[in-house]
């Protein structure tokens, strides 16, 4: 009895130093780095809509997980080093905005699962293998740049009087070319002369604004560039300024004074983007979920700025227009 009582003692003992030192043991919050190209203020929404999508899945930031946010201020050039410093955090998953900000991310890890919220032509560019079997450790949501086309379209229904379309291009951010393949001859194809601005930084911009008035330009498109996110405040400002339709595929910049856009949400996009995170942390691997492209996408037009700048737009967009900005 005596032998027996002390074995029971002895396993209590045991029990009581093992359990509450298992139940006490921290809950380490995984992390997730984002990389972005542009300026705290330029992506505020977005950052928004992607913890609210996470918060909105359970998980608690500061308990969970933690995000670590890295912005390359408009400098695409800084991007490299800014990824080799997300690598360096070793981040259990890295999300990026824009092509540019996953080429960087791409060169700097084949380890760390990569969600991209924004990127163009992913197998083209090499990204991924294929949209339904990624492959390697990068997936995401995918933009649609066949818009570049569309917009051409939309604009010689909206201003039936347009002559000049001009397009901005960024020249160190390569997606500027296949922009320029798809613009060109869709703008050529709806009777417009279309006009090629380039900038190599936002300095730049003063150059470009009076290369439009010296080509008459009577409207200008802003293909999805991390250039234009970036400096979207001037460029709607300077387009209201020299009473230009600004035509773009980022609703943000319509909200903000452009006239006209047609795209996706770049909130949804990331809020698609943290049910990817999501299932990665979950133990899914990036390269077998499939690429996915935006649910929606919406014809957006500014009345406000309409009237601002003297343009009257067609019948036809109005009765098109998703949103109106009355």
Known sequence: MKRRAIVVASSAWLLGLSVPSFAQAPKVARRIAVLLPGTEQGHRSVLEAFRTALKDLGYVEGRDISIEARLAEGKIDRLGSLAAEVVALNPAVIVTGTSAALAAAKRATSRIPIVFATAGSPVEQGFVSSLRRPGGNITGIMLHLGLAAKIAELAREALPRVQRLAILVHD???????????????????????VVLRVARAEDLDRAFKELADHK????????????????DQLVARSLKARLPLLSHDHDITVDGGLMSYGSWREENYHRAAALVDKILRGANPG???????????????????????????KVTMLRADRVIE
């Open 172 to 194: 160190a951010d390569h997606m500027h070319k296949l922009y320029l393949d798809l613009f060109v001859p869709s703008a050529q194809r709806f009777k417009f002369e279309p």
């Open 217 to 232: 330009a009577d409207a200008l498109y802003l293909p999805q560039l991390a250039f234009m996110v970036t400096n979207r």
């Open 288 to 314: 077998d979920l499939p690429v996915e492209q935006p649910e929606r996408i919406q014809l957006v037009v500014n009345m406000k700025t309409a009237k601002a700048i003297g343009v009257t737009l067609s």
